[in-house]
């Protein structure tokens, strides 16, 4: 246990707010979780943690027994809060800022001068100086002298987050400079990385563009994959030997783009600037199609989809993970339901979703296809001898390239690549 650095609450205990709550309280600050969900309160204070990550529940067990971490409903007075609620897009596509002010209003009650208030929550630029400063100075405030108010994003990938949270680089963005250097102390406590600074804006766009960034690349990786079916060229290859030119790397092709935060973000920055952001936009537009991709090659593999049984391997939206938010394979299934297709879904990960076969040979009885969709460990051996036996017609789609054609066509399986060969 680190000596006593003070008194933290972190509002919102979900994927980002829980592991940084723990990490806090493991590096001697007495932190208060506070969620509103009472399930995951409840779940929580006897050490339940509802988010699969690797290290997590025993830290969480660890941080209980420590002391130092308590979980409520309710902020109380402190020295600094960490906002981490979500921001989610509305129906129109427009980032939803509701619950950071919420929060924002929940500690109101709570504040006292020297307080430090940090967002984490992914915002529109100029969130924190616009929504958030204007309600602290309603309550009386003085920023930069009363309170010290910054942004702070976070980047760490899913299924990793712990590990990243401690060894990846971090942007502090203060309301002014005595903030910047106020909320930096604070994150030294874990954050074995450089912390760099800068203000709010900056901060809250930097987070944007690292997401836009990705998408972008995910995109034009996509967009070949649909070029080089029309010209006979595997994207795979192409994409391996360009990776070897110093400067270049291009992401991978996919069935789609999931997740909360790639598939998301650029949406703030398209609402902010719709002119100017056309780029991202595209890039957008290009990742969402590919669901639809799918089903177009689907049905040139099988033909009329309407009483054939598709069986998809995979439907988190990456591999080895428990996470179906925004999954491009969820969207596939919705668009198969569409045709009159009959499925069947193999995924350890998930216990609870239509069509779940814990048995891939049972799935794929009488099945005319096998949709590799994701990548999770517990396909890359098929067992394609018995499969052969049990299906309608021997035939696998390969939406993320784990197989190698040769090892498929050995058991006298037709092999469909995403980025292949255009389908007849
Ligand atoms: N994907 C591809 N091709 C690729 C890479 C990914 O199709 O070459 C797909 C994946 O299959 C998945 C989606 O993109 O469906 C996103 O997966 P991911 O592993 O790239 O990223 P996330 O969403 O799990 O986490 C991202 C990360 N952002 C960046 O890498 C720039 C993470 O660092 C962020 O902290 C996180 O978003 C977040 O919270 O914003």
């Given at each position: 246990m680190g000596k006593d650095q003070g008194t933290i609450n972190v509002i919102g205990l979900g994927y980002i707010g829980l592991p940084t709550a723990l990490l806090f309280a493991s590096h001697g600050y007495k932190v208060r979780g506070v969620e509103i969900k009472e399930a995951i309160v409840n779940d929580l204070r006897g050490g339940k943690v509802h988010i699969d990550e690797p290290e997590i529940g025993q830290l969480m067990k660890s941080t209980l027994a420590s002391g130092n971490l308590e979980i409520e409903k309710h902020c109380m007075q402190a020295d600094i809060f960490i906002i981490t609620v979500p921001t989610p897009l509305t129906r129109e596509g427009k980032g939803d800022m509701s619950q950071v002010i919420k929060a924002v209003q929940s500690m109101l009650p709570y504040l006292q001068k020297d307080n430090i208030v940090i967002i984490e929550s992914t915002c529109k630029v100029g969130t924190t100086e616009e929504l958030v400063r204007p309600i602290l100075e309603q309550a009386g405030w003085k920023i930069g002298e009363d309170i010290y108010l910054g942004y702070c994003p976070e980047r760490v990938l899913p299924g990793q987050i712990i590990k990243e949270l401690k060894y990846n680089s971090r942007i502090i963005g203060g309301t002014n400079e005595e903030t910047t250097k106020r909320i930096k102390a604070v994150y030294q406590?874990?954050?074995?990385a450089e912390i760099l600074e800068t203000d709010t804006r900056t901060a809250e766009m930097c987070k944007l563009v690292e997401n836009s960034f990705r998408d972008i690349n995910i995109a034009f990786a996509n967009e070949l994959a649909k070029c080089c079916e029309q010209v006979g060229i595997n994207v795979w290859e192409l994409i391996r030997l360009c990776n070897q030119h110093p400067r270049v790397n291009v992401h991978e092709p996919g069935p789609g783009v999931g997740g909360h935060c790639i598939a998301i973000d650029p949406y703030f920055l398209i609402e902010s600037l719709p002119e100017h952001s056309q780029l991202i936009r595209q890039a957008r537009t290009i990742n969402e199609s590919m669901p639809e991709y799918m089903l177009d090659k689907i049905k040139r593999i099988v033909?009329?989809?309407?009483g054939e049984k598709v069986t998809l391997l995979g439907l988190t939206y990456?591999?080895?993970?428990n996470d179906l938010r925004e999954s491009p394979i969820v969207k596939l299934v919705e668009l198969l339901e569409k045709e009159g297709c009959e499925l069947s879904i193999v995924d350890s990960?998930?216990?609870?979703?239509?069509?779940?076969?814990?048995?891939i040979l049972k799935a794929a009885q009488k099945s005319s296809l096998i949709v590799v969709g994701v990548n999770h460990d517990?396909?890359?051996?098929?067992p394609l001898q018995a499969l052969k036996c049990v299906m309608k017609y021997a035939r696998v789609l390969d939406a993320k390239h784990i197989y190698r054609e040769k090892d498929i066509l050995k058991w006298e399986f037709e092999y469909y690549l995403l980025g292949g060969k255009k389908e007849k």
């Amino acid at each position: 246990m680190g000596k006593d650095q003070g008194t933290i609450n972190v509002i919102g205990l979900g994927y980002i707010g829980l592991p940084t709550a723990l990490l806090f309280a493991s590096h001697g600050y007495k932190v208060r979780g506070v969620e509103i969900k009472e399930a995951i309160v409840n779940d929580l204070r006897g050490g339940k943690v509802h988010i699969d990550e690797p290290e997590i529940g025993q830290l969480m067990k660890s941080t209980l027994a420590s002391g130092n971490l308590e979980i409520e409903k309710h902020c109380m007075q402190a020295d600094i809060f960490i906002i981490t609620v979500p921001t989610p897009l509305t129906r129109e596509g427009k980032g939803d800022m509701s619950q950071v002010i919420k929060a924002v209003q929940s500690m109101l009650p709570y504040l006292q001068k020297d307080n430090i208030v940090i967002i984490e929550s992914t915002c529109k630029v100029g969130t924190t100086e616009e929504l958030v400063r204007p309600i602290l100075e309603q309550a009386g405030w003085k920023i930069g002298e009363d309170i010290y108010l910054g942004y702070c994003p976070e980047r760490v990938l899913p299924g990793q987050i712990i590990k990243e949270l401690k060894y990846n680089s971090r942007i502090i963005g203060g309301t002014n400079e005595e903030t910047t250097k106020r909320i930096k102390a604070v994150y030294q406590a874990f954050v074995e990385a450089e912390i760099l600074e800068t203000d709010t804006r900056t901060a809250e766009m930097c987070k944007l563009v690292e997401n836009s960034f990705r998408d972008i690349n995910i995109a034009f990786a996509n967009e070949l994959a649909k070029c080089c079916e029309q010209v006979g060229i595997n994207v795979w290859e192409l994409i391996r030997l360009c990776n070897q030119h110093p400067r270049v790397n291009v992401h991978e092709p996919g069935p789609g783009v999931g997740g909360h935060c790639i598939a998301i973000d650029p949406y703030f920055l398209i609402e902010s600037l719709p002119e100017h952001s056309q780029l991202i936009r595209q890039a957008r537009t290009i990742n969402e199609s590919m669901p639809e991709y799918m089903l177009d090659k689907i049905k040139r593999i099988v033909g009329k989809l309407e009483g054939e049984k598709v069986t998809l391997l995979g439907l988190t939206y990456k591999a080895n993970s428990n996470d179906l938010r925004e999954s491009p394979i969820v969207k596939l299934v919705e668009l198969l339901e569409k045709e009159g297709c009959e499925l069947s879904i193999v995924d350890s990960h998930i216990h609870q979703f239509r069509y779940l076969e814990e048995d891939i040979l049972k799935a794929a009885q009488k099945s005319s296809l096998i949709v590799v969709g994701v990548n999770h460990d517990e396909f890359k051996e098929l067992p394609l001898q018995a499969l052969k036996c049990v299906m309608k017609y021997a035939r696998v789609l390969d939406a993320k390239h784990i197989y190698r054609e040769k090892d498929i066509l050995k058991w006298e399986f037709e092999y469909y690549l995403l980025g292949g060969k255009k389908e007849k």
